[in-house]
Structures are given as structure tokens and as C-alpha cells.
């Protein structure tokens, strides 16, 4: 696609349940991030994937957490047993390249969870 | 403890006039440097990058320059446009583990007409 597309844009889950949301990288990018943004501050790592493997999830703040990025394409972040600190928007960025310097990303618009 | 500092969280400036977008990072190992912008509920889009080899890097009326010795970069908007108003941050990245980002808190920038 032409840009990285994130579904569900909005989520509102009851504390305890557990989401999962989708991240469509652009086409062909090898390189795929999650980060979480809260209220007021700047995204911050979580997970990233270079194709299919999982190769730093030094940023995912409990076992709670967890990604996967089966085919190398689609990847999806899963968070079970929400709370309420849980609240934030998950943005997922896409780069082609494998490795910095020169990999700049490109960020989806954002799934926004709210946990009440 | 947070790598990427923008001190200022918000800006005013006057249409026509220089915004300028200040960021200080605390480590040296950093090598690459990125600028985003951000509307409200849309994802960051990429602006302006510099590696560490350069002090500057323009593209058209954005010009970002680096100080390594003060571990300091600036983003200069010239002239200023009512559409520049956004939340910026800025991004570090260093070669080891060039998977991740680290970025500021954002600045605000109101361009006022």
C-alpha cells in the first residue's frame, strides 16, 4: 500500500481484556517498529522486526505484551489483560532498510487504546 | 532516563518569520538524527534527517543543524506558513542499534497568521 495503515484506529477496552491490533508496513519494507506514545510525551520502542524475525523486544514494558510478525508482512501487537496504564496510541513504522544510519521510518496513523 | 530532550513544549511565531526548534541529546553514540511533525490524531511524518558526518542539511524551507560538540540540533523553519503548526519531534538513532529511535517530547508550534 502506499502508506503504513494501522487498524482499529480507536479501542476502548474494559480493564482486563485483552486487544490486538494491526499493522498493514508498506510494501516491500523489511523493517517494521512498534512504539507507544503516551498523553504528552513522544513515542517511545518497543518491539522491531527485521521480515519475520523479532529482533528486539527490549522495549515491550511487561509479558503482558506481545508481537508478531508471522509472514514478514502483516504484524500485530497484542496486549492481554489490559490496564488502565495500558492507555496510550500504539504507532507502527515501517523503513526498508535493515539498519541505521539513513533508515528513516514511516509511521501509521495510530491505534488509540483507551482502557477504562 | 530520557536521551532526546526538548526543553521548549510549545512555540509561537509569526507567519513569514524563522521558527526555530531546538533538541539536545545526552549520547555521544548517537550518529543519525531525524525531525517529524505531527497533526492531531495522525501518525509523526518524516521532515528532515542529518547524519552525524554533516552540520547541516536543508530541504527547501527546512534547514536542521547539528552541533556535536554542545550535543545540540535545531530545526529552522523559513518563512513560516500557517500550515507548519504541528507538534515536532525530533529522533536519534546510533549505528549499533539502529533499530531504535529515541525521541523528544515534542515541541508545539502555533504559526500565527
Known amino acids: 500500500g502506499a502508506g503504513v495503515s494501522q487498524s482499529p484506529r480507536y479501542k476502548v477496552a474494559k480493564r482486563g481484556q485483552d486487544v490486538a491490533l494491526r499493522c498493514d508496513p508498506i510494501?516491500?519494507?523489511?523493517?517494521l517498529f512498534w512504539y507507544q506514545q503516551a498523553l504528552g510525551q513522544g513515542p517511545e520502542f518497543l518491539t522491531y522486526?527485521?521480515?519475520?524475525?523479532?529482533?528486539?523486544k527490549s522495549g515491550l514494558p511487561s509479558d503482558r505484551f506481545f508481537a508478531e510478525r508471522p509472514e514478514g508482512s502483516v504484524s500485530t501487537l497484542k496486549i492481554q489483560r489490559t490496564q488502565q496504564e495500558d492507555s496510550a496510541v500504539y504507532l507502527c513504522?515501517?523503513?526498508?532498510?535493515?539498519?541505521?544510519?539513513?533508515?528513516?521510518?514511516?509511521f501509521g496513523e495510530g491505534s488509540w487504546l483507551t482502557v477504562v | 532516563d530520557q536521551q532526546v530532550k526538548q526543553n521548549s513544549p510549545s512555540l509561537s511565531v509569526q507567519e513569514g518569520r524563522i521558527s526555530i526548534l531546538n533538541c539536545d541529546y545526552t549520547?555521544?553514540?548517537?550518529?543519525?538524527f531525524l525531525w517529524y511533525k505531527k497533526y492531531p490524531a495522525e501518525g509523526p511524518t518524516f521532515l528532515i534527517s542529518?547524519?552525524?558526518?554533516?552540520d547541516k542539511n536543508e530541504d527547501g524551507r527546512f534547514t536542521v543543524f547539528l552541533n556535536k560538540s554542545a550535543k545540540h540540533l535545531s530545526l529552522h523553519i523559513v518563512p513560516s506558513q500557517p500550515g507548519d503548526s504541528a507538534v515536532y519531534f525530533c529522533?536519534?538513532?546510533?549505528?549499533?542499534?539502529?533499530?531504535?529511535?529515541?525521541f523528544g517530547t515534542g515541541t508545539s508550534l502555533t504559526v500565527i497568521p
Open positions: 513504522a515501517s523503513s526498508s532498510l535493515g539498519t541505521a544510519p539513513g533508515n528513516t521510518i514511516y
Open positions: 510494501s516491500g519494507h523489511v523493517s
Open positions: 522486526f527485521q521480515n519475520e524475525a523479532q529482533l528486539d
Open positions: 549520547n555521544s553514540m548517537f550518529d543519525y
Open positions: 542529518i547524519s552525524s558526518i554533516k
Open positions: 529522533a536519534a538513532s546510533r549505528r549499533n542499534t539502529g533499530n531504535q529511535f529515541y
